[in-house]
């Protein structure tokens, strides 16, 4: 059997929880810091609450360490890990390969995708290293995640499935540090890529003007869910750690069930990793919530339409084009009903425009400014859903694993018995040590009732089975009900048992330096004494991580996605020759900041230059 994971993102404690509610089966969370994310971190308190309700259905918790961490952070380094590990999180995620040569206790380690993770050597070389998963690069297709998995079987591999692109392959974008001295690698992206630029030739012709050129849509796998795990990854990760609890509902909730379909066509093949079923206040849809368009990326191999140029901003759901304006008002030829305080938006010339919805009256809108660019025939898109926010916004969803109670009568008394429906290794069974009288009349109506009353516990009644089928036993309600409580009490206690691995702080073993067998760029990300150790004990001396000395020769960004290709200049089309080399970005700014395009077509990859 293989167990499929559903990974969720938490800005805080309460997106871990909807995440969980709505059917994850691990959560990555950021702690206090070291997170690639510096904006949100999260107490050790919120962390272990979120543990323990996450463990209640054995959704894991896993925490990100995935900076690189600077010479006087190792030892705070190191004591967080050991602070996560008492807390009982699962694994950490890990950019830094200093982490590998710090005194750990037993924790799992997760290689993020800040380690750019693109090839199988790479992933061999984590595996090797000690990691028990690797987050792949999102640039990668079903054939090379294929590939990957063949040649390094044993490594479990995690994708992302859904949301914001970096253009940049993670972990190699240096444009916020060279830009505005805030380091990605550090996660405090000033999003240098979601920016208007030109386009210029070597001549300096503009061939583009004031379009985000390196802004990407967002990812969206649903459908392709089969594809990823036929190429042999088990983890499905949801990018998200900046966005809000709605969005972690609705995407989670949509990928929990789409996963499920799965599942149900192979059941003797796919199972979920954690336990209990969900029940939706709602149906859940991608399209309503925050996305600049979508696409698969390269999963299906290289796609002409991945980028969003036009805008970096939010567009939603298409939902009609406008049939009428007069006055102030506007009639919108849609299936969609229209609510107070809706946001709508539109395209104009290369432009996004939006408008907040003040009244609907009869699907007549009275927007709160009319636009003056807004024409009849204009397609309309709903990027705010009042309606659908609504529902979001309370109890959304509900999670439950279903028991099975056993009652078994003899001269010793009653005894009950309750066991997880989904992993059978999870039972208890409570004795009622009293004599038990014989009844005068049938009482099994009474047990199911009293047994099923399962309130607020994370449990839902299956079935009830007992050696007396006449159930002629006489047992008082205030009795059972008790008896109910202690094995369900029980239940729990075993449910939420983990082994814990005993660990000691005992210094790492230092290899034996080898002769040197090659020389890494700023391009590692060697930022510590540490983490030049690791590479030297593989063979590898190393520069300085950029973010600690610029390098003279500075390449910001490899990319997979190509300016040239999506504007249909592909340098192997006779059109290619149309470009002349080099073509420079140039922000839309008052900087005017230039930045040389240069073209791997041996790789199929675009690098950009700080010059």
Not at 195 to 202: A, N
Not at 286 to 297: D, E, I, P, Q
Request: charged content about 25%.
């Amino acid at each position: 059997m293989t167990y499929l994971e559903l990974l969720s993102p938490a800005k805080n404690l309460e997106c871990g929880i909807a995440a969980v509610d709505h059917g994850c089966d691990a959560v990555y969370i950021g702690a206090t810091q070291f997170g690639a994310r510096a904006s949100a971190g999260n107490s050790l308190e919120d962390i272990q609450r979120l543990v323990d309700y996450a463990h209640t259905f054995n959704v894991k918790v896993y925490v990100t360490v995935n900076t690189i961490i600077y010479e006087d952070e190792l030892k705070d380094t190191e004591r967080l890990i050991w602070d996560l590990y008492n807390i009982n999180v699962d694994a950490i995620l890990v950019q830094d390969m200093a982490i590998l040569k710090m005194n750990l206790p037993p924790i799992a380690l997760h290689a993020s995708t800040q380690t750019d993770n693109r090839t199988a050597e790479k992933v061999k070389m984590l595996k090797d290293a000690g990691f028990k998963r690797t987050v792949l690069a999102r640039e990668l297709s079903a054939d090379e995640i294929r590939d990957i998995h063949r040649q390094v079987p044993d490594m479990p591999l995690e994708v992302f499935v859904h949301g914001a692109l970096c253009v940049s392959y993670s972990g190699q974008c240096y444009a916020s540090q060279y830009c505005f001295n805030r380091s990605a690698n550090r996660g405090e992206c000033a999003q240098f890529c979601r920016l208007p630029y030109d386009l210029v030739d070597s001549l300096g012709h503009v061939l583009v003007q004031g379009k985000h050129l390196l802004s990407l849509k967002d990812m969206c796998q649903l459908d392709s869910l089969e594809t990823l795990i036929k190429s042999g990854a088990t983890s499905f990760k949801i990018e998200g750690r900046l966005k809000d609890v709605d969005y972690v509902k609705n995407i989670t909730a949509a990928y929990s069930k789409a996963l499920n379909e799965v599942i149900k066509y192979h059941p003797d093949r796919y199972a979920r990793a954690s336990w209990g079923h969900c029940e939706y206040s709602f149906e859940p849809n991608v399209n309503k919530t925050f996305n600049r368009g979508y696409t698969s990326y390269f999963l299906h191999g290289r796609q002409q339409n991945i980028a969003s140029f036009d805008t970096p901003k939010s567009i939603g759901e298409y939902v009609g084009k406008v049939k009428e304006i007069k006055g102030n008002t506007l009639k919108v030829s849609s299936v969609c009903n229209f609510n107070n305080g809706d946001g709508l938006c539109f395209f104009d010339e290369g432009q996004l425009f939006g408008f907040r919805v003040n009244k609907v009256e009869n699907n007549r809108l009275f927007p709160h400014q009319m636009p003056k660019n807004l024409r009849a025939g204009m397609a309309i898109y709903r990027n705010n859903d009042t309606a659908f926010s609504k529902i979001l916004s309370g109890d959304s969803a509900v999670r439950k694993m279903a028991v099975d109670y056993d009652i078994n009568v003899d001269d010793n008394g009653l005894s009950l018995t309750a066991t997880l429906v989904e992993d059978k290794t999870k039972t208890s069974t409570v004795l009622l040590g009293s004599p038990i009288q014989k009844a005068e009349k049938p009482q099994k109506e009474n047990v199911l009732r009293i047994l099923g009353k399962l309130g607020n516990t994370p449990f839902v009644m299956n079935k009830v089975t007992s050696n007396h089928d006449t159930y002629d036993f006489f047992i008082p309600s205030a009795q059972l009900t008790q008896l109910r409580r202690d094995v369900l009490s029980a239940l729990m206690d075993s449910i939420l048992y983990r082994e814990k691995s005993e660990a000691t702080e005992s210094p790492k073993a230092e290899k034996d330096i080898p002769p040197t067998i090659g020389h890494l760029t700023y391009e590692a990300n060697v930022s510590n004494s540490l983490s030049r150790r690791f590479y030297l004990e593989q063979g590898f001396s190393a520069d300085d991580a950029f973010e600690l000395r610029e390098p003279r020769v500075k390449r910001i960004m490899q990319c997979r996605h190509c300016i040239r290709y999506a504007l249909g200049y592909c340098k192997r089309t006779d059109a290619g020759n149309k470009l002349r080399d080099p073509l420079y970005l140039v922000s839309s700014d008052d900087s005017r900041k230039r930045f040389e395009l240069k073209f791997d077509c041996k790789n199929c990859q675009m690098d950009i230059y700080a010059i």
